[in-house]
């Protein structure tokens, strides 16, 4: 089958999906085996585009279009994941138009030059770990911006769709609690493997880029955020602001700077 019937068959179930996951819909309030089987039919192809994307042509083909996509995938595995131990409810229909508008966006993308010293296994690690950290810090964004929803309409006697079939506000907080852990202790092995791939490569342990110094802002930031935490109970629209700055900061270090490469100025 050729890869861009793949990619649109992909899209669209990725779309389908979340149409049917949406708030207020058939699949948002079912508990049973089904929605938590449904996201590998996409997710399977999805990982395969990805991974031909990323090792054809020789080498490691690393560019904003396969950044995103592998962000995508691994959210949608995380989501597939923990639907086995929590209700997610519409949560799935954000992760799955997240992921048909990556999949939509490698297609229509040019393939990316192979990524330099690619053959080094250390350097496999660092990426892998990276991705694996922008992944869970997509998904605390999220569940950051959908809190803040959440809170605007708490009081509403009938709140919008949108929002009733949201799990509710605890589950929401403790998921995001859980990813943000998670994330920082992958993106603490990221910035240290990263250390020890540069002294190899280049012989300097901290090169000063936009990579060392956005990559450790957010991991400042979400340092912070975890002690303020365990602290100070840090909650809330608190929680909400530390959590997007350090995902802001923390997308500015590699996938922005890619898009700005790319996409705006075409290099």
């Not at 009733?164 to 852990?181: A, D, H, V, Y």
């Not at 955020?225 to 997308?251: D, E, H």
Request: glycine content about 8%; charged content about 10%.
């Amino acid at each position: 089958m050729p890869d861009t019937l793949l990619f649109l068959i992909c899209a669209l179930g990725y779309f389908a999906l979340a149409a049917w996951y949406w708030p207020g819909k058939p699949g948002c309030c079912r508990t049973d085996w089904l929605p938590r089987l449904l996201p590998l039919l996409p997710l399977v192809p999805h990982l395969y585009l990805l991974y031909s994307g990323v090792h054809g042509d020789g080498g490691v083909h690393v560019g904003f279009s396969t950044s995103l996509s592998a962000v995508a995938a691994l959210t949608v595995l995380v989501y597939a994941v923990a639907a086995w131990r929590y209700h997610l409810g519409g949560l799935q229909a954000f992760v799955m138009i997240f992921a048909g508008a990556a999949v939509a966006i490698e297609a229509v993308s040019p393939i990316p030059h192979a990524t330099q010293h690619s053959a080094s296994p250390l350097f496999l690690v660092h990426l892998a770990m990276a991705f694996a950290a922008y992944s869970l810090f997509t998904i605390a964004a999220l569940h950051a911006v959908l809190i803040a929803l959440a809170e605007k309409h708490l009081h509403k006697a009938v709140p919008p769709n949108i929002i009733s079939g949201l799990p509710p506000l605890l589950t929401l907080e403790k998921l995001l609690f859980r990813m943000i852990q998670s994330g920082f202790l992958l993106l603490t092995l990221t910035l240290l493997t990263g250390v020890f791939f540069a002294e190899e490569i280049f012989g300097k342990a901290l090169p000063f880029n936009h990579k060392t110094v956005f990559g450790v802002a957010s991991w400042l930031i979400f340092a912070a955020l975890l002690l303020g935490r365990r602290v100070y109970g840090w909650r809330g629209r608190t929680a909400i602001s530390w959590t997007l700055a350090g995902f802001m900061s923390l997308l500015l270090a590699y996938v922005g700077v890619k898009f700005v490469l790319e996409v705006l100025l075409g290099r």
